[in-house]
């Protein structure tokens, strides 16, 4: 059916592509794309070829228009080279300019790895904070960093290996010694989870930093953990001992 369709792809694993997300791609009239030949690839796996549109967020406004046009008799799938279309990757003003044309949209779930890393940080899930990439300039990114910071919610931040380093330094100026977690190469063949305090991390993590594709997760501000039921107990005789 015509329309716009939104599809996750994998962030490592060619095995984490749903079969949903394979047909569709199989049968989509033509497939917006970041590069061509990432998606080649991918297609060539699944035994395909599609015609591909090359798509940024920044295309000239006419390469949307045309794009918004065709839905209205073609199935176009948005792919970006990797996870889920929108999450720190084109699409946001397509969909924007294809639900305002009054076109069907449809999204086919998948791989992020923003959702992946909370999964192996084993830090709080039920609030969390998704900032994507930092600024890079050391200004705008301490900014950034403690308005992020005082938000009571996990952040989940994308990072690449050459700016661990820097960014975990940063992290660990202005908002203190939090627990986090970085992780690595997720669903890879070296993926990798290293959990510690931030300094811990800054240690492990030296300068000119790990290959590889990073997502750093850091505890809430004052994130204490529960007592221990011993330290219940005790804390309860105390309290008893001083009742009038
Ligand atoms: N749209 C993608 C998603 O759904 O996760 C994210 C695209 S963003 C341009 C690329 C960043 O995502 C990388 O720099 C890294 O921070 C993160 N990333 C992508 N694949 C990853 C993986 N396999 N392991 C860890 N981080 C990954």
Redesign the pocket.
């Given at each position: 059916d015509p329309g716009l369709y939104i599809v996750?792809t994998p962030?490592?694993n060619l095995g984490d592509l749903s079969p949903r997300a394979a047909s569709i791609l199989a049968r989509a009239d033509a497939i917006a794309v970041e590069d061509s030949r990432v998606t080649a690839k991918l297609l060539n796996h699944i035994g395909t070829k599609r015609r591909m549109i090359p798509y940024h967020d920044h295309s000239a406004d006419h390469v949307r228009t045309d794009l918004v046009a065709r839905l209205a008799t073609e199935s176009i799938a948005l792919v970006?080279d990797?996870?889920?279309?929108l999450?720190?990757?084109p699409g946001y003003k397509l969909v924007r300019a294809a639900r305002a044309a009054g076109h069907a949209i449809v999204t086919i779930p998948g791989?992020?790895?923003?959702i992946a890393?909370l999964t192996l940080a084993g830090l709080p899930t039920d609030r969390f904070l998704f900032a994507g990439f930092l600024p890079v300039k050391e200004k705008a990114k301490a900014d950034t960093i403690l308005e992020l910071g005082a938000v009571r919610a996990t952040l989940v931040l994308?990072?690449?290996g050459p700016r661990l380093h820097a960014t975990l330094t940063a992290l660990h100026t202005h908002l203190g010694n939090r627990d986090a977690a970085v992780?690595?190469?997720?669903?890879?063949a070296y993926e990798e989870a290293v959990t510690g305090t931030l300094s811990v991390l800054i240690e492990r993590y030296a300068e000119g930093g790990p290959r590889?594709?990073?997502?750093i997760v850091v505890a809430p501000p004052g994130e204490a953990p529960p007592p221990e039921p011993d330290a219940v107990d005790a804390l309860l005789r105390d309290a008893v001992t001083r009742l009038p």
């Open positions: 996750a962030i490592g970006s990797a996870g889920t279309p999450i720190s990757d791989p992020c790895a923003a890393a994308y990072e690449s992780t690595r190469e997720i669903s890879k590889g594709e990073i997502v």
